[in-house]
T-cell receptor, first 116, second 108 residues
Framework: EPEVTQTPSHQVTQMGQEVILRCVPI?????FYWYRQILGQKVEFLVS????????KSEIFDDQFSVERPDGSNFTLKIRSTKLEDSAMYFC??????????????FGPGTRLTVT | GIQVEQSPPDLILQEGANSTLRCNFS?????LQWFHQNPWGQLINLFY???GTKQNGRLSATTVATERYSLLYISSSQTTDSGVYFC??????????FGKGTMLLVSP
């Protein structure tokens, strides 16, 4: 069964450093998403991406964040200058469409980012 | 935005018991998904159920969209069912809004 993959599974970085989290969505999916979960809290939406542009973003997704689809398979989340509060699990997801019945979002296993 | 409330927040069961988890939401939805978060933090898709009823083994789910709630049933619970169960809903656009989850502990 097709699945969303993410690399790395765990990343440790120092405050102020740039990080790039990578995702490979399911191949026939057109909509891509990033979510994050701070330890012990609920999962929060960051950004959605369609047709090579951001379609929606949350208040969390400020100028420190950017997303890109550099080629036909990868989808990346970049954090330019990491802060301690960016420590979280970051999930990538993809869906085939926006409407029923093909809008189910499939989640990757996550990247645990630790900022020291 | 849409509000999602899950209950109960915590649940402790003996192995073999049955349980019902509830998800209430504040607006009409075109997406509702149930997830199980395992001890490694991975979100496992359980059900995609914006309406109707589905069953998968010992788990089943029902969404009554007109009354804005969904139920997840776990029968004959096992210790491996322990973890956090999240309900997430979407309405109109692509965003999924998650509830705070139900922490389930199944003891042997």
């Amino acid at each position: 069964e097709p699945e969303v993959t993410q690399t790395p599974s765990h990343q440790v970085t120092q405050m102020g450093q740039e990080v790039i989290l990578r995702c490979v969505p399911i191949s026939n999916h057109l909509y891509f998403y990033w979510y994050r979960q701070i330890l012990g809290q609920k999962v929060e939406f960051l950004v959605s991406f369609y047709n090579n542009e951001i379609s929606e973003k949350s208040e969390i997704f400020d100028d420190q964040f950017s997303v890109e689809r550099p080629d036909g398979s990868n989808f990346t989340l970049k954090i330019r200058s990491t802060k301690l509060e960016d420590s979280a699990m970051y999930f990538c997801a993809s869906s085939e469409a926006l409407g029923e019945p093909n809008n189910e979002q499939y989640f990757g296993p996550g990247t645990r980012l630790t900022v020291t | 935005g849409i509000q999602v409330e899950q209950s109960p927040p915590d649940l402790i069961l003996q192995e073999g018991a049955n349980s019902t988890l509830r998800c209430n939401f504040s607006d009409s939805v075109n997406n509702l998904q149930w997830f199980h978060q395992n001890p490694w933090g991975q979100l496992i898709n359980l059900f995609y159920i914006p309406s109707g009823t589905k069953q998968n083994g010992r788990l089943s789910a029902t969404t009554v969209a007109t009354e804005r709630y969904s139920l997840l049933y776990i029968s004959s619970s096992q210790t491996t069912d322990s973890g956090v169960y999240f309900c997430a809903v979407g309405s109109g656009y692509s965003t999924l809004t998650f509830g705070k989850g139900t922490m389930l502990l199944v003891s042997p």
